[in-house]
Each structure stands twice: as C-alpha cells, then as structure tokens.
C-alpha cells in the first residue's frame, strides 16, 4: 500500500495513483485528527472525498508515533498524549479517540491503537506494551461504531520476544477481528530476527484472514516474506528514495544524480508502462533530479508503478503455482551473483522448501 500520511502521496495525485492501478493506500489518524481535524471530515463526509480518493482507505491508528514522535508523547494506560508538530496543542489520543476519528474518516480497514516500542527496545516495557494492546484492543472494539463497514485489525505486539509474541497472537485471535497486523517490525533490527519474528506469527495466526506486516517496503523483504504467509504491507520507502533521485528496477537502484545517466536516453526501466518511463528519458530525469519538482513527481510516479507491479507479479505467480521459479528469478535478477544473496534472506526462504542456492 502506497502511504499517503496526511492524506496525499507525495508527488502523486489521487487519478495517477488509479491510473497506476493501485486498490488501495494508507493514512495516518494521528495526522488527518489534527490536519484538517475530525470536525471537518464529519462535514466533508469523510476522508475519501476530502482527499478525491475513490477506491480504498487503510488507517494506521497513530500507534507508531508512540515511536516516531516521542519526544512529544506521553504514555499512560489511559492513551497518549502528543504535543502537535505543529502548534504545540496537545491532543490525547486514547483507544476509544483513535476509533471515533477512524469512524468519521470512513477508512475501509483501520488499525487498533497499539502501544509501539522500538523494535531494539528490550526489557519490562516490552511485555508492557504487548498487555497494553491487548487491553487497548477490547477498548477500541467497544468504541467501534460502524463494524459492519469498516474492518478493525488487531497488531500483534512482543518485540523480538517469541514468548511475548506467541502469547499476544493467542489473546488477540481470540478477539476474531478481520484481519491482523505484525506491529513493531522494521526498526532497525537485525534481518535475522526479524524474519523470524514474521514467521512465527504468520504461522499461529488464522489462514483464512489477511495478514498485514507493517512498514516493511524493500522489494526483497516483500518477496520474502509473502513466502512468509504475508499479504499486506506499506512503505513510505518507494517515494522518500524517490526524493533523493533513487529509481527502483528489478536490477537494482537507480541513482540518477550520478553523472553516467547525463547522457543516458534509455528509459528508467525497459517495458515499465508508467509516464515517467514511456515519455521521459534518464537524462533528462539526471537534469532535473533534486533541482525541480517534477524530477521527483516523476520518480514517485515509477516507484509506485514498480512496487505495484511487483505485488502484482507476486500474486500472478502463487494462482499459477509458480511462485517458487519467480522467487529465484527475482533474486537472480536483483542480485546477479549468488553469493550476493542476503544470508538471512536465504535462510527464511529455506524454512519454506524454497533454495536459492540449488
């Protein structure tokens, strides 16, 4: 899912992103109850026709800036409260908040408010935070008004703690909500781990709900772990690198500030069906890159196409039963020389019969 934090993916309009084909993106609660604020959404009727997005919505419920902004959050079992990054007011944002202001968006899927720690914390508070989403979560399915069209996922807390997690994937299916989510991934921790921690739970979570990791975005890390049992994921990565003139291929990053690409009138990708690769040339994207607008608009554009088609791909090859030979294609493709292959890559494959060495 593309990410659209404040309600826009940046650089991208809401008609290129459908033109992209993209089904579904992602905002934050936390950003859209202060900016516009839940008093205009009631009155605009919600955050799809605020934004002129017509397809669907996934809401983060403002958990993860427990992490990102906290130097300005105070937790407490009741909720948190931020300090605005913007005029300092506070807002308090507590299980039952986070699902009024999910409600009055009209999100088709909204998220728990969890308690977040970083993934390298360690220690008492993570078993804290695992008790305080599970608590938080009967709270906010208390306060869900609307359950018959908007579903309500469950995150899945514990660190890197196999006992926490297994424990909190235990409490939260009993809760039965439509899908759920792996929280706390993707901080910094090892790939080792953190592969792990994903099939742990997409092995004890049900099969016949949607699985969500968040913040995981790197092409290799979505192929893994859908091998994972993984089927949702979101990124602010495809248009943050964009913003530093970084291009994603199937054969790796493009940097197009660096001087070789000057004089390079191939497209950013051959057979990429996006305007910036059909219309546009390396060159002129080296030319504008970091100095104007558009050479981002631009990069955003084929980055979102890219990651899009990606998933497409991905899922083509599983209903022919061919997912396996589009792993070892992708890898080989990505990486050219085998002993390039990440080690934890191969070894979380190799938990699901899948060899990239043979």
């Not at 939260?172 to 739970?201: N, Q």
């Not at 996006?274 to 219309?279: E, H, K, M, Q, R």
Request: charged share 25%; net charge negative; proline share 4%.
């Amino acid at each position: 899912m593309p990410v659209g934090t404040q309600g826009t993916l940046k650089g991208i309009t809401p008609e290129q992103l459908e033109c992209l084909g993209c089904q579904i993106m992602l905002n934050n609660t936390y950003h859209l109850g202060l900016r516009p604020g839940q008093e205009l959404l009631d009155v605009c009727g919600g955050a799809h026709v605020f934004q002129g997005w017509n397809r669907n919505l996934l809401t983060d419920s403002g958990g993860f800036q427990m992490v990102s902004l906290l130097k300005l959050a105070e937790i407490t079992e009741q909720g948190v409260q931020f300090e605005s990054p913007h005029d300092g007011s506070l807002m308090l944002l507590t299980p039952e908040h986070s699902m009024s202001l999910q409600n009055s968006i009209g999100a088709d899927i909204m998220m728990q408010l969890d308690d977040v720690v970083s993934s390298l914390t360690t220690g008492s508070r993570v078993e804290e935070a695992m008790w305080r989403s599970i608590r938080w979560l009967d709270r906010c399915i208390k306060a869900h008004k609307k359950p018959e069209t908007q579903n309500l996922f469950a995150i899945i807390q514990g660190g890197l703690d196999i006992e926490l997690r297994k424990k909190c994937v235990e409490e939260m299916v009993k809760r039965d909500t439509p899908g759920y989510a792996i929280g706390g991934l993707s901080g910094g921790e090892e790939k080792d781990k953190f592969w792990r921690i994903v099939t742990l739970c997409t092995d004890l979570l049900p099969r016949e709900k949607p699985i969500y990791c968040m913040g995981v975005g790197y092409a290799e890390d979505l192929v893994v772990c859908v091998a994972l049992g993984v089927d949702m994921f979101d990124c602010v990565f495809p248009t943050r690198t964009a913003r530093f003139g970084n291009a994603l291929t199937a054969k790796g990053t493009l940097s197009l500030r660096q001087a070789k690409y000057k004089d390079d009138f191939k497209p950013i990708e051959e057979g990429c069906g996006c305007i910036a690769c059909t219309s546009y040339t390396r060159a002129y994207l080296h030319t504008v890159v970091t100095k104007e607008t558009v050479g981002c608009h631009l990069i955003s554009i084929h980055n979102t196409s890219y990651q899009l088609r990606l998933m497409r791909q991905i899922r083509q090859s599983i209903i022919e039963d061919r997912f396996p030979q589009f792993i070892r294609e992708f890898f080989k493709d990505l990486f050219v020389e085998k002993t390039a292959y990440p080690e934890w890559a191969v070894n979380a494959l190799r938990s699901v019969n899948v060899d990239l060495l043979k």
